[in-house]
T-cell receptor
């Protein structure tokens, strides 16, 4: 059974810091990995999707990497801003059209 | 383009009552999904659909039924609500299931069962 773990569960940093969020998964037989952002009381917004054949994806200040063989992905946020405060979720797609989600990392960026 | 919408946004039920949650998408997506989100458990897939008229069980299907009579709508039903079904419910859709296909999520329905 696929299990997805995100560490740390919560993170508080001062504005301007570069930071890394971690995601690990137990079964490397995945089709893709997706990073989402969730604001309190809101739905999920897709940030980046990395296909199983890719090593990384970039969007603005965000960079996500994927090492399928070791079962790890990282989300790098450069020059963090208070507006980045949210919960970040990773999810892996496996066979059967299912996404398996991690528990999320709750990020707070202090001004 | 509204994307994925869900109604209602909030609902309180008594144990044993029934209700239907509606999900609608205007992106002409084939695939639709229902998830529940609970503290400490992440999101878990309840049921999904790979096209109009089809449905399939996900990870936690017990106590729920679904229907996909029209391509743009996916309904989630609770026939006899239980307190364990108190949760936030999210609907999602995707064009397909290939490596490039992202899932797009609705804003959620917060359900409390007393």
């Amino acid at each position: 059974k696929q299990e997805v773990t995100q560490i740390p569960a919560a993170l508080s940093v001062p504005e301007g810091e570069n930071l890394v969020l971690n995601c690990s998964f137990t079964d490397s037989a995945i089709y893709n990995l997706q990073w989402f952002r969730q604001d309190p009381g809101k739905g999920l917004t897709s940030l980046l999707l990395i296909q199983s054949s890719q090593r990384e994806q970039t969007s603005g200040r965000l960079n996500a990497s994927l090492d399928k063989s070791s079962g790890r992905s990282t989300l790098y946020i450069a020059a963090s801003q208070p507006g980045d405060s949210a919960t970040y979720l990773c999810a892996v797609r496996r066979a059967g059209n299912m996404l398996t989600f991690g528990g999320g990392t709750r990020l707070m960026v202090k001004p | 383009n509204a994307g994925v919408t869900q109604t209602p946004k909030f609902r309180v039920l008594k144990t044993g009552q029934s209700m239907t949650l509606l999900c609608a998408q205007d992106m002409n997506h084939e695939y639709m999904y229902w998830y529940r989100q609970d503290p400490g458990m992440g999101l878990r897939l309840i049921h999904y659909s790979v096209g109009e008229g089809t449905t399939a069980k996900g990870e936690v299907p017990d106590g729920y039924n679904v229907s996909r009579l029209k391509k743009q709508n996916f309904l989630l039903g609770l026939e006899s609500a239980a307190p364990s079904q108190t949760s936030v419910y999210f609907c999602a859709s995707s064009y397909g299931t290939g490596g490039k296909n992202e899932q797009f999520f609705g804003p959620g329905t917060r359900l409390t069962v007393l």
